[in-house]
């Protein structure tokens, strides 16, 4: 049955208590889906005017749908496919890694991105408003967008160093190709002897003026830095400023210009001598990595930092859609191009390293490295060697680098401007991003000091890394066992017009909750003291880590507790139950929608009244029905 048979009419006509979901046990859990009708409770019914003053088309959306995908492709596709992928598909097995990471983007990957679409589109909500689903996990969405703050201020310091690496690439010789007088044991990309390269000494010495250890503080930004991180932001505010009406106009550059460097570095590599002993090495399989848990851990972590799920930031840009954009075939699509870009990036990459190591006489697996050291160091000792314009590769791969950062970096910002205006709507959007932007460049010079290399890593690794897993755990239990699995796939089907698969409903209902349980678990039977470059940090900085990671994580007891405490008036049960009940403000924005929305979840509701447990069951995880679909299955 079509859609369109849903409209006001039947409203009008008395049809207008469609007696939907009325407490925890009447179609919210995992199995069970019988309605309420006739159980003489109210159902929660959202008035005209709750509705109409947050109607979808008060809020910006995509100019049009290319916009969209363009900006999930800029946003996914950023430095993690470029120099962490390679590194991590390397020393985790080589070829054998994918067939793990393949794996987890089916689970867990592919799922995780199209729930996260659909919730932010269904919703017309970014990743905080839009727990009006289930108000009781509200700290989940808090939760996310502390550790997206702490991402996206690194995050943009790290660009600071590409774009200081582009404007050096504008010299007669590249500054790092031959080592400087003043410069101690050093060799050079020309032949002279020394045990540390010009690249190295040049990055970690001159450019970042990196310190031995942090215990007497971090020192003061480095003024060229600053001034770098100052341009990152300024472009970032300016592609912001105006929110998806200008993201979207700049996701055209963002998405596709990458491609184009990937592809012209791809084939210039490829002509080097040793190009090709690189390109094997990068692909070898050492089966054995397979049966190694850290190897499947690395997977699920390379999967999260290139997809970008759980941070929130694909729920924002989906809540600029309209209600039946076709967010299936994006998922799709931009899952497939991130891996497929992850593994151009790694052909490149390794077949310029195989260059490198052709030409010092070495193994392969003496100039991998990972990280800033891949990007700062290797490829640009290469880039130096060329014989023809290393200038113009030099250009043409830091400024893809900066194209990949930004890219990423607005959808992070943007997701916590969206987060703030969703809860302030009167506060206006400029203002609310130039303040972020503000913020985030002075929060941002910790980064350009001496010091600043530990800090990241420190805040990389207990903002953006552990907490994650937490945060995504407890959202897919939320939609998928709290909000209840079945109502999730009737909001799909409503929205789309597309039954939920069985792939989706096994992936969201158990398997994505499983897998990423046992992640969890490992992590913590695993967890060492964190470390950088092999030094411990001081204990000061320890617990300033910690302490950064527990105010993320215990958003969602302080905010499940804070929202009991809300409802409650007559007793702790029925609190509890309205805290983890959907609110009226969630579902569709416009009036028409959300009546339609409680219509056709009534009729779904109706099937299934007289069935027995075990069709509900198979129904439910499984996607099976008696009857004829009314339409595909995604």
Same mark, same amino acid.
């Given at each position: 049955?079509?859609? =369109? ?12 208590? +469609? ?11 995992? @199995? ?61 097995? /080589? ?12 689970? @867990?990957?592919?799922?995780?991105? !199209? ?9 017309? !909500? ?22 997206? *703050? ?9 660009? $600071? ?53 942090? =215990? ?29 009406? %200008?993201?979207?106009?700049? $996701? ?20 080097? +001598? ?53 967010? !299936? ?9 991130? *891996? ?5 990036? /790694? ?69 916590? @401007?969206? %987060? ?12 609310? *991003? ?20 530990? @800090? ?6 207990? &903002? ?58 490992? &992590? ?42 809300? !409802? ?43 069935? &027995?447990? &075990? ?20």
């Amino acid at each position: 049955m079509g859609k =369109d048979k849903y409209d006001l009419r039947q409203v009008e006509m008395g049809n207008e208590n +469609p007696g939907f979901q009325t407490d925890l046990s009447d179609g919210r859990g995992v @199995i069970t889906t019988n309605g309420a009708k006739g159980s003489g409770e109210k159902p929660v019914v959202a008035s005209k005017e709750t509705v109409q003053e947050e109607d979808e088309s008060e809020r910006q959306q995509w100019a049009n749908p290319i916009e969209f995908l363009l900006s999930c492709i800029a946003m996914s596709v950023g430095l993690g496919n470029v120099w962490r992928f390679p590194f991590t598909a390397f020393e985790n097995g /080589g070829g054998a890694f994918l067939i793990p990471y393949i794996i987890v983007l089916l689970i @867990i990957g592919k799922p995780f991105y !199209y729930m996260e679409l659909a919730l932010g589109q269904f919703s017309s !909500y970014g990743p905080v408003r839009l727990w009006e689903v289930v108000p009781g996990l509200k700290g989940v969405g808090i939760g996310q967008m502390i550790s997206t *703050t702490g991402v996206f201020t690194y995050y943009c310091s790290i660009m $600071a160093v590409t774009m200081f690496y582009f404007f050096a690439s504008f010299q007669a010789e590249l500054p790092w190709a031959r080592c400087d007088p003043s410069w101690v044991d050093c060799s050079d990309s020309y032949g002279s002897n020394g045990s540390r390269s010009s690249s190295e000494i040049y990055f970690k010495d001159f450019v970042l003026q990196e310190k031995d250890q942090i =215990d007497d503080g971090i020192g003061y930004p480095e003024w060229r830095l600053s001034l770098c991180l100052l341009f990152s932001w300024i472009t970032i505010c300016l592609v912001l400023i105006k929110g998806v009406q %200008s993201s979207g106009k700049a $996701a055209y550059f963002l998405a596709l210009f990458p491609y184009v460097v990937l592809i012209i570095l791809l084939i210039r590599g490829a002509t080097l +001598p040793g190009a090709v002993n690189g390109i094997l090495y990068f692909i070898t399989p050492q089966w054995e990595k397979l049966l190694d848990p850290q190897v499947w851990y690395s997977a699920v972590t390379q999967c999260f930092f290139s997809l970008g799920v759980a941070f929130g930031t694909l729920a924002t840009y989906a809540s600029y859609n309209q209600l039946r954009h076709n967010i !299936y075939r994006d998922a799709v699509i931009v899952t497939t191009m991130d *891996t497929f870009t992850s593994l151009l990036a /790694g052909f490149t990459i390794f077949a310029i390293l195989g260059n490198l190591a052709h030409e010092k006489g070495v193994d392969v697996s003496n100039v991998v490295s990972s990280g800033s050291g891949l990007a700062f160091i290797s490829y640009p000792e290469t880039i130096a060697k060329f014989e023809h314009v290393p200038q113009l590769f030099s250009v043409l791969f830091f400024l893809m680098l900066y194209t990949l950062g930004i890219g990423s970096a607005i959808s992070l910002v943007g997701a916590v @401007i969206t %987060s703030y205006c969703d809860q302030f709507p009167d506060h206006k959007r400029w203002i609310v *991003t130039l303040v972020v932007c503000i913020g985030g460049f002075l929060v941002g010079l910790v980064y350009v000091t001496p010091g600043g290399q530990w @800090i990241l890593d420190l805040v990389d690794h207990y &903002s953006g890394g552990f907490i994650i897993y937490i945060l995504a755990l407890t959202e897919v239990i939320g939609i998928a066992w709290i909000y209840g699995l079945e109502n999730f796939c009737r909001d799909i089907e409503f929205m789309l017009g597309i039954k939920v698969s069985w792939y989706w409903r096994l992936c969201w209902g158990v398997i994505s909750p499983i897998f990423l349980l046992a992640i969890l678990l490992y &992590s913590l039977v695993t967890m060492e003291s964190f470390k950088y470059g092999g030094k411990e940090y001081p204990a000061s900085a320890q617990a300033c880590g910690w302490a950064l990671f527990a105010v993320g994580v215990l958003q969602i007891p302080f905010w499940a507790v804070w929202t009991v405490c809300k !409802y409650y008036k007559t007793s702790i049960p029925q609190a509890i139950k309205k805290a983890f009940h959907y609110t009226k403000r969630w579902g569709p924005k416009s009036v028409k929608s959300h009546q339609e929305w409680e219509l056709f979840k009534e009729e779904e509701k109706d099937k299934f009244r007289n069935e &027995s447990t &075990s069709y509900k069951v198979a129904h439910v995880l499984l996607g099976v029905y008696r009857r004829s679909p009314r339409s595909d299955t995604s």
